[in-house]
């Protein structure tokens, strides 16, 4: 249990009219999360699935401070972070231990130049300017816009200032870094990029990734895929084991990556392939051996 | 199209204006402004021109993108020339006389170097500040030469943020702007033509949609600052060190030169300066 990040339990949120969290719950407004435990290891590749205003978001909110809950507790490096005694102090440490990267990339940065604003979170935790300079430098170089340091975040692309984004977290040295729908609005060549430094840093610097998404190809990559639909958690496990409910997930209006759709398509009119390939390759793999064999009928 | 207005926006360079100090650049930005407001002679404005030049050239901003800072303010310009224009009585006869309409030589010198006087301080105070100051510096400068005030309890800090935010923004919103217009016109919404009421008129739809996104784009923007453990001034650091450096005093040694120079114009008896300022003048704009 130590090597936990991040452990919730019995996790639940509301929101009032003015969005803001209430003291109890009420017979109302429905929950945006409803009681849900879940235990994060550290250096998981995690992503969270589920349609709009599912309460995904929320879930990220509560594991940072930004949203406290109703109900429930959360753990964070093993600290109570629900507990009533927690100082301001101890809010930002743990604010600079879960970092979190936004879906719009302009609502996110502070600064007009780019290696300011990356400097902006370790400038908040009060660091001497010797570390921040050279953070600031290895989390450009992390995200490959080393040359752009001293450009105008503006000029960027979608992708470019996403990256930006994400520089200015990993120069908090977080343990965790929560994706809330971070590629959500880039073109498919950002999307790309974002989600190969996300990988990268799970991979390379054993942070935990939390990518918070609705494209299912994203959630396929990961090494543990959580479902949540109205405010519940549904569905834990690998995306293999998930991807395969297919019906299950149509049930509740999300569908598994095309190629495992096509595959349960195919299955289900009888035809004998695979309906756990998650990925391209294994896909094409499945309809190569369906074609050598004559695509005959099962 | 809206894009193109570059005042308040920052070029990146290397220039020597751009390495200055940005208290430096503060305060020579009063000093400029208190010089452009002592001109009142033609060799004043003849030395604030020059001065005015030195800058342009040493921040190694395009002309372009300079006269593109005075595009928006050219009808403010030209109306208060013509009030200038119709409105000052001079002493001898009038150069043109139409029923109630007396156009004087004074009037016409006035309007001239009351528009001159407004051109140089628009292009001096965004050359030596904003053209070259990157927002975040400009306010390090300012939150710097405040910062006594936080003694007596004025949040230097948070006035500080604030202008930094606003000044991030403005392209954002700018950007913003042409979307949502774009949007608007593809429904048949007309910006540009109508009465002046009906053009006021067509602008709601514009501002509604902005202002709605604005304050979505501010709730977002707080918590992606407090996301990154933003707690206002409390255990700050910064990046970026302000000091000043020798250069810094050279600059400054111009500024009080300079303004001394101006102070010089504006008390030596009016017969003296009055005449070289009359030839020059009479040099520079009658005889060409």
């Known amino acids: ?298 | 199209m809206i894009s193109d207005i570059t005042l308040g926006q920052f070029f990146p360079g290397n220039s020597p204006i751009h390495k200055l100090d940005p208290r430096t650049k503060l305060l020579l930005t009063v000093a400029f402004i208190v010089a452009v407001f002592l001109a009142n002679s033609p060799l004043a404005f003849f030395s604030l021109f020059l001065a005015v030049l030195t800058l342009v050239l040493a921040s190694q901003i395009s002309f372009k993108v300079i006269l593109k800072g005075i595009k928006p303010i050219i009808y403010v310009l030209i109306f208060t020339a013509l009030i200038n224009i119709f409105m000052t009585r001079g002493e001898g006869e009038p150069l043109i006389s139409f029923y109630i309409i007396k156009i004087y030589k004074e009037g016409i010198i006035r309007a001239f170097f009351m528009a001159f006087r407004v051109i140089l301080l628009i292009i001096g105070t965004s050359v030596l500040l904003t053209y070259t100051t990157s927002p975040i510096s400009l306010t390090d400068g300012i939150e710097s030469l405040l910062s006594p005030l936080k003694k007596i309890g004025v949040p230097v800090h948070v006035f500080a943020m604030m202008m930094t935010i606003a000044l991030r923004f403005i392209p954002t919103l700018i950007e913003e702007t042409e979307k949502i217009m774009n949007a608007q016109k593809s429904r048949g919404a007309d910006f540009s033509s109508g009465s002046l009421i009906k053009r006021a008129k067509a602008l709601i739809p514009l501002l509604i949609p902005l202002f709605v996104s604005s304050f979505k784009r501010a709730d977002e923007l707080a918590i992606a600052m407090e996301c990154r453990c933003y707690r206002g001034d409390k255990n700050r650091t910064k990046l970026v060190k302000l000091s000043y450096k020798p250069k810094d005093f050279l600059w400054f040694a111009f500024g009080i030169l300079f303004i001394s120079l101006m102070i010089a114009l504006r008390i030596i008896p009016q017969h003296i300066s009055g005449s070289i300022s009359e030839e020059l003048f009479n040099f520079l704009f009658f005889k060409i």
């Open chain 1, 1 to 298: 249990m130590e090597n936990c990040i991040i452990k919730n339990e019995n996790l639940s949120f509301v929101y009032d009219d003015e969005g803001t969290s209430v003291s109890a719950v009420s017979a109302v407004i429905p929950p945006a999360l409803d009681d849900v435990t879940v235990s994060i290891k550290k250096g998981e590749y995690i992503a969270v699935l589920g349609h709009n205003g599912s309460g995904k978001s929320t879930f990220a909110k509560l594991l940072n401070m930004i949203l406290k809950p109703i109900n429930g507790r959360v753990y964070i490096d093993g600290k109570d972070i629900t507990c009533e005694e927690f100082t301001e102090d101890e809010m930002f440490e743990v604010r600079s231990k879960v970092g979190m990267v936004f879906q719009n990339p302009d609502n996110q940065l502070v600064a007009t130049v780019v290696e300011e604003d990356v400097a902006f979170g370790p400038e908040n935790l009060g660091l001497p300017r010797a570390e921040i300079r050279k953070r600031v430098d290895e989390a450009l170089d992390v995200v490959g816009m080393a040359e752009y340091a001293n450009h105008a975040p503006h000029k960027l692309s979608g992708g470019q200032k996403q990256r930006v984004a994400i520089a200015g977290i990993i120069a908090m040295k977080p343990k965790v870094i929560i994706f809330d729908e971070s590629t959500a609005m880039l073109d498919p060549l950002g999307r790309r990029e974002v989600l190969e430094i996300m990988e990268k840093l799970n991979r390379e610097d054993n942070i935990t990734v939390i990518n918070i998404t609705h494209y299912m190809e994203e959630a396929a990559r990961a090494d543990r895929v959580l479902i949540i639909n109205d405010g519940k958690l549904l569905l834990d496990g690998s995306p293999r084991e998930i991807f395969s409910k297919v019906d299950f997930l149509h049930s509740i209006g999300l569908e598994s990556p095309q190629g495992t759709e096509l595959l349960f398509e195919l299955s289900s009119l009888g035809y004998d392939v695979p309906t756990d390939a998650i990925s391209e390759d294994e896909c094409y793999d499945a309809l190569k051996t369906l074609l050598g064999k004559g695509g005959k009928l099962a």
